[in-house]
């Protein structure tokens, strides 16, 4: 193919100097120009040497060297009659070709993905309508996941533990000339790896328009069981015990600089292209009434689930929050499956962590935990109450008041939320009466430490919106909505006032919770505001002039102008319903509430805001001048 595409590019440029030497040259007759053969001449005898006398294969690296060099439609190099010529032909040799390599040509497969993969982009929408979908799909992922030449079923981790040594300064060391690495290098150098990226697009491109929807399903369930392979291979590897922040303690120089990076590139490109082909397999579901149908649609989305979780040890460490095509095809999956109480009981069943109710010591473990948890979370509402206990709560109990690293932080919040999407689900209404006062307890124990301050708030508030009527829990718990005000309040009175260290997430970034930081008594003192608008009548009524004079307990004015803004923001924004605004106004216009948020505690006359003499209700106060405007 590269034969054939610099051909191409040299006849190329030699009619373009022709050209350029014609025009700034005067005409000798004693020396007559070379006249080079006509491009379009010498293309049709090359398209015409691709007979029955080759494989149909060797046509297609041709061809294919042929388009790739002769460039895009918009440079017009060729006629449009020669360019439609040279598109038919090689879409004809493809579709030869992969009637040829059914029986098992696999250097034939591979060239043939190359080929297409770089003369894709070049194909006019006509002709790559006119591919044969059906035989080029498997050829494609066996080509880019399963082959020699591209990720070899995932078979590139078991070599790399034997080849990892402790040098003198008890470091571990991987060298950059042992032969896994020396692997690792030659698989990023494949041209099909080092092209995984459009070769993936190129593979859901064919998913999107294949014609046996069955085909979709096989290769879900091949992409799921290269992902188990992977995970067993790095399951068996020394690697996999250590977390990315404590690298820089336990690994020599030279593997940090070398060999480490380059197995997280190569683990970075497999999880983006099998996130791509997955991302168009469920989107071919919600379009195909086959796959659609409810005995496919439920086991092909837990395999993609699977699929998912095998990688979730790459997907973790690297971060996917920028990356749509993962939260889509997650999140989709989840969507569908939630559907089909039955599966979704059943996959959660089957990927729940082996010891329940303990804490794995295996850094992998932990982080198939975090995945399930993360996981489990979407399904409360449609699971029994049942499983809701004995499988999600079992889970997360470990984790809801244990300490540890701010590297650790995420899997303790994705445990609390859980808890809180099982107190919330109404037929777990006496799985929640039952676990709630230690959870309270745990919620309460570990913030500020390992909780962070946004997700402290998000749990309070879930509990005031679950112990609050009309909730099933309210009816047998009255007195929990006010009990946790209390709670929040007097620990908020005592609270330090120095702004609190920010949390790191896995990949060592800040997680802001604000534009500045709070401290805990500004964190404390937020969460109460923000349970305002789930507080019943008499408990609103009661509450807001003492969160108004929480306010004024915050010494630093940035925090509390920050508290005084979002309990503006709850007072008209809408988060109030119609009897609860109408109280909030009531406080704020006649009730003292304006005066009091905005210019704070009335001074006495020996210049002490608390010291109030005194009076019987129903007196007439003195009137200020505040007041009087």
């Not at 049709?44 to 042929?66: F, N, P, T, Y």
Request: aromatic share 8%; proline share 7%; hydrophobic share 40%.
């Amino acid at each position: 193919m590269g034969v054939f595409h610099s051909a191409m590019l040299a006849l190329l440029r030699k009619e373009d100097e022709a050209a350029t030497k014609d025009q700034s040259q005067d005409y000798t007759p004693y020396a007559p120009p070379e006249e080079p053969l006509p491009r379009e001449e010498w293309m049709r005898a090359v398209i015409k040497g691709a007979d029955e006398r080759s494989s149909r294969w060797k046509h297609v690296m041709v061809l294919g060297g042929l388009l790739v060099g002769s460039g895009p439609l918009d440079d017009e190099r060729l006629s449009s009659s020669m360019r439609r010529t040279l598109e038919q032909a090689l879409v004809q040799a493809i579709n030869l070709a992969l009637v040829d390599v059914r029986s098992g040509d696999e250097l034939g497969a591979q060239c043939i993905t190359l080929a297409l993969n770089h003369s894709f982009p070049l194909l006019s929408d006509y002709e790559r309508g006119q591919l044969n979908y059906d035989l080029l799909l498997p050829v494609l992922v066996g080509s880019a996941f399963f082959s020699s030449e591209g990720l070899q079923a995932a078979y590139f981790l078991g070599g790399i533990d034997l080849d990892i040594s402790q040098a003198p300064d008890k470091s571990l060391h991987w060298s950059p000339q042992s032969r896994s690495y020396a692997q690792i290098e030659s698989i990023l150098g494949r041209p099909l790896v080092s092209a995984l990226g459009p070769l993936s697009r190129l593979v859901s491109h064919a998913v999107e328009n294949v014609s046996d929807s069955w085909a979709v399903q096989t290769m879900v369930d091949d992409l799921a069981g290269f992902t188990k392979s992977l995970l067993t291979q790095w399951r068996g590897c020394r690697l996999s015990d250590i977390e990315a922040h404590v690298e820089t303690q336990v690994f020599s120089e030279e593997s940090l600089k070398t060999t480490i990076p380059g197995l997280w590139r190569l683990l970075r490109v497999t999880l983006f292209a099998l996130v791509i082909v997955l991302r168009g397999a469920i989107g071919r579901v919600l379009s195909d009434p086959n796959l659609a149908a409810d005995a496919v649609a439920p086991v092909m989305v837990r395999q993609a689930l699977h699929t998912l979780r095998n990688l979730y040890f790459i997907s973790s460490r690297l971060g996917t929050e920028s990356f749509s095509q993962y939260t889509f095809t997650y999140l989709t999956t989840i969507d569908i499956l939630s559907n089909y109480p039955i599966q979704a009981d059943a996959f959660l069943k089957e990927i729940k962590p082996t010891t329940p109710g303990e804490i794995p010591i295996s850094s992998l473990e932990r982080c198939l935990d975090l995945y399930f948890l993360n996981t489990a979370e979407h399904f409360t509402l449609v699971l029994s109450a049942q499983t809701n206990e004995e499988v999600l709560v079992s889970t997360a109990i470990p984790y809801l008041a244990s300490g540890g690293s701010d590297h650790l932080l995420p899997i303790f919040e994705a445990a609390h939320s859980v808890m809180l999407a099982v107190f919330s689900a109404p037929q777990s209404a006496t799985v929640a009466g039952q676990h709630l006062a230690f959870y309270i307890d745990a919620l309460f124990s570990v913030f500020p430490e390992n909780l962070s301050p946004r997700q402290f708030r998000l749990a309070f508030k879930t509990l005031l919106r679950v112990t609050a009527p009309p909730s099933p829990l309210s009816a047998t718990q009255p007195d929990l909505p006010a009990t946790l005000l209390e709670l929040v309040y007097y620990r908020a009175l005592n609270a330090p006032a120095a702004p609190l260290p920010p949390k790191l997430t896995p990949q060592g970034k800040i997680t802001p919770d604000t534009q500045f930081p709070l401290s805990e008594q500004a964190v404390l003192t937020l969460t109460l505001l923000d349970a305002l608008p789930f507080l019943p009548l008499d408990l609103l009524e009661e509450w807001l002039p003492i969160s108004a004079d929480l306010l004024y307990k915050i010494p630093d004015e940035m925090m509390r102008e920050e508290c005084k803004k979002r309990l503006w923001d709850i007072l008209i924004s809408g988060e109030m319903d119609p009897d609860r605004s109408q109280i909030c106004v009531t406080w704020w216009s006649t009730r003292g509430g304006r005066e009091y948020v905005l210019y704070g505690p009335e001074p006495s006359a020996s210049g002490r805001s608390d010291d109030v003499s005194p009076y019987m209700s129903g007196a007439l106060q003195s009137i200020t001048k505040e007041s009087k405007l």
